[in-house]
């Protein structure tokens, strides 16, 4: 059906299908894999780190601390098992099967990086096979983010840069307040990209969260796609409110950069600048992660200031409950043509000008380049394999909640395994938390023990005036006040483990506007 209205996109499917097919090739990408600062020293840990990049496995490790990062297939050429599931020993990766060491770096007596070092299991005498090999991966840090280059020629073009004055190797920036965060996501990258570049859905998915918006808020946009910037490698844009447009208000500026970065500049108020870069990495089928990095510049110094001295934890666990109040939206969507897999995204999706113009072209843009994807979903056509994740017998969220991806119940991942894990310093703040817990615990028990043994003191005729003292102006009023504290940590550290549920918000809620 096509729809003629000026304020509903014209496009049909049988239009769509005619798009012209650009070239494309999923492994000629870099992909950001995780920040730098996400891959631990080795001092620290023996930790290596698992990622990505469209199902296929990699491990990432340090040989010594502040030191180069090492990318490698996540196998071990022995029997195939995981090295992510291995540690870090002595510099090298080493598999826990039978404790193969391999090294990351070439060295001076000319094995090439990857080379086999250690084999518990050789005779004497014996010589390393030469298969003993890892396959390295071109690894770069370029702005604070780790990318890996997925093809196995050598890199033919440079790593994307957000160059607005970034520190190469930390992603700060002089007089600016940076903030980074990452999280993985139960959908396709696909989903992630569609969702962060609609900013029609802030007021309402977010409405009243801090870093999101306000309902009454939600109005018309002016988006507007620059035609002659549409290629394989994404396109460009810029969009602004109704009533900024009313106002003649400034535009933010839109990119949308292959394999899936938006990037995103503005000044929302004169002097005071922001910018963003939004990577959307396809992990696997239905498996996502958001590297997030937004930076404001201009700001008076009392609010930036103010913006220091909140705990970057804080923050990290807002912007997880955030991306979690769309999750039970987006993967419903995905569940919604599992069932339907003869329709595409054209048949079903009304797509208003006024707020979905990036959402379409983004989706047109699939359709030109998905050939040259392991698995795709464009506007008018789709890969067979892209619901492969999902029985295609999936009931919503509320009406399977210990199973279904996105309901956050005890039986299915939590905001602990999609970002706790996996961001130091959210986890090192776990540690403080359950660590102040305990000191409460035991300063209240210790108080209730004393209390209870002053007490029968005097019971027993005991007037000794320093124990009177004790019990009235620190045994007594520690235990409520210790015992609030620990009540408060706990709901604290409840943060960190479980993600936010839409329905119990709604529950609490009226349905009426009274």
Request: net charge neutral; with cysteine.
């Amino acid at each position: 059906i096509e729809i003629d209205s000026p304020g509903v996109s014209s496009t049909t499917q049988a239009n769509m299908e005619q798009t012209k097919k650009l070239p494309y090739s999923w492994k000629d990408q870099w992909y950001a894999l995780t920040f730098a600062s996400y891959v631990p020293n080795p001092s620290e840990t023996a930790e290596a780190i698992p990622a990505s990049v469209f199902d296929h496995p990699l491990v990432l490790w340090k040989a010594e601390d502040e030191g180069e990062i090492y990318c490698a297939d996540d196998v071990c050429p022995h029997r195939s098992a995981a090295l992510s599931e291995g540690r870090v020993r002595d510099g090298k990766i080493e598999c826990l099967y039978h404790g193969w060491q391999f090294q990351g770096q070439n060295t001076a007596d000319d094995k090439p990086a990857g080379s086999c070092t250690l084999i518990p299991q050789l005779k004497k005498g014996a010589t390393i096979p030469k298969r003993a090999c890892l396959k390295m991966r071109d690894l770069r840090v370029v702005e604070g983010i780790v990318w890996v280059w997925m093809g196995d020629s050598v890199p033919s073009k440079d790593v994307p840069r957000q160059d607005d004055g970034l520190d190469e190797l930390t992603g700060k920036r002089e007089g600016s307040i940076v903030n980074d965060f990452q999280i993985d996501l139960p959908y396709d990258h696909s989903y992630l990209v569609e969702n962060l570049i609609d900013p029609a859905h802030i007021p309402i998915s977010h409405d009243k969260t801090p870093g999101g918006g306000k309902r009454e808020l939600a109005e018309a946009y002016e988006m507007i796609v620059d035609r002659d910037s549409v290629s394989s490698t994404g396109f460009t844009g810029r969009y602004r409110t109704e009533s900024q447009k009313e106002k003649d208000g400034p535009f933010i500026e839109v990119q949308f950069q292959a394999p899936g970065i938006i990037r995103q500049r503005g000044e929302p108020r004169p002097g005071i600048k922001f910018g963003a870069a939004l990577h959307c990495m396809p992990l696997g089928l239905g498996r996502s992660r958001l590297m997030f990095r937004a930076y404001f510049t201009g700001l008076p110094k009392f609010a930036m200031m103010l913006l220091s001295l909140r705990p970057k934890f804080l923050q990290d666990l807002n912007s997880c409950k955030v991306l979690e109040q769309d999750v039970g939206l987006i993967t419903t969507q995905e569940d919604h043509f599992a069932r339907n897999p003869d329709r595409q995204l054209a048949n079903d999706f009304l797509l208003l000008k006024s707020s979905d113009l990036f959402v379409e072209e983004y989706r047109k843009w699939m359709d030109k380049v998905g050939n040259g994807m392991p698995w795709y979903q464009g506007l008018a056509s789709r890969s067979t394999n892209v619901s492969n994740h999902l029985s295609g017998a999936e009931r919503p969220p509320a009406l399977d909640p210990a199973n279904h991806r996105a309901s956050n119940e005890a039986l299915t991942e939590t905001r602990y395994h999609r970002h706790v894990l996996r961001c130091p310093n959210t986890r090192k703040a776990l540690v403080r938390v359950k660590l102040f817990k305990k000191i409460f615990m035991t300063t209240t028990i210790f108080a209730i023990t004393m209390a209870s043994t002053v007490s029968s003191m005097m019971i027993g005729g005991c007037e000794n005036i320093a124990l009177k003292r004790a019990l009235r102006w620190f045994l007594v009023p520690a235990i409520p006040l210790s015992s609030l504290i620990v009540a408060g940590l706990h709901k604290l550290e409840k943060q960190f483990y479980f993600s936010f549920k839409r329905k119990d918000q709604l529950r609490s809620e009226s349905g009426l506007d009274l």
